[in-house]
T-cell receptor, first 116, second 114 residues
């Protein structure tokens, strides 16, 4: 049973370019969460999605950032017109349910974004 | 604002000793807490969790203690091994408006000396 998969693992973008980060949840999981981690910091919640729905995007910057989790295919975190401050590790997690006994979130290996 | 934080950013122990990593939280309504281990270049790995109706939970070599009175969480690792060297994060589950999300502390870096 494959775990949460993220790609690419490393991504380098110049300022002003777009970054697309992909996350495939664990098999059978329909809840996806994105987190951002700066060096020497903890993970900060960005967005929580279910299939075709954004449940909570309270941690997403108001501009340039968007996320989707289509009916088919992986979840995508998209960052438009990247700036140096976007450089960070972005982690995706998935869970079987959104709450309750099966709520445990499983994390992927992360995508390390570097903006030059 | 409400947050989860840690008292010590680094901890160095000798192999075979017991380790204790502490965490303070401020949201008294949180009902679920988790400890994660993160090795360099990897994603967080679930270690152990505890719900607010418990004050202690044990796993293999690890114990989590929850003191709701002072809003304190701790992770105890018995007979610490070099493979335990990593950054440890506590996280609390925050439920708001039909959504549930994890709020992480900054982490404690554990170094195990052989």
């Amino acid at each position: 049973n494959a775990g949460v998969m993220q790609n690419p693992r490393h991504l380098v973008r110049r300022r002003g370019q777009e970054a697309r980060l992909r996350c495939s949840p664990m098999k059978g999981h329909s809840h996806v969460y994105w987190y951002r981690q700066l060096p020497e910091e903890g993970l900060k919640f960005m967005v929580y999605l279910q299939k075709e729905n954004i449940i909570d995007e309270s941690g997403m910057p108001k501009e340039r950032f968007s996320a989707e989790f289509p009916k088919e295919g992986p979840s995508i975190l998209r960052i438009q017109q990247v700036v140096r401050g976007d450089s960070a590790a972005y982690f995706c997690a998935s869970s079987l349910t959104g709450q309750g006994a099966s709520y445990e979130q499983y994390f992927g290996p992360g995508t390390r974004l570097t903006v030059t | 604002g409400e947050s989860v934080g840690l008292h010590l950013p680094t901890l160095s122990v000798q192999e075979g000793d017991n380790s204790i990593i502490n965490c303070a939280y401020s949201n008294s309504a949180s009902d679920y807490f988790i400890w994660y281990k993160q090795e360099s270049g990897k994603g967080p790995q679930f270690i152990i969790d505890i719900r607010s109706n418990m004050d202690k939970r044990q796993g293999q070599r690890v114990t989590v203690l929850l003191n709701k009175t002072v809003k304190h969480l701790s992770l105890q690792i018995a007979a610490t091994q070099p493979g335990d060297s990593a950054v440890y994060f506590c996280a609390e589950n925050m439920a708001q408006g039909g959504s549930e999300k994890l709020v992480f502390g900054k982490g404690t870096k554990l170094t195990v000396n052989p």
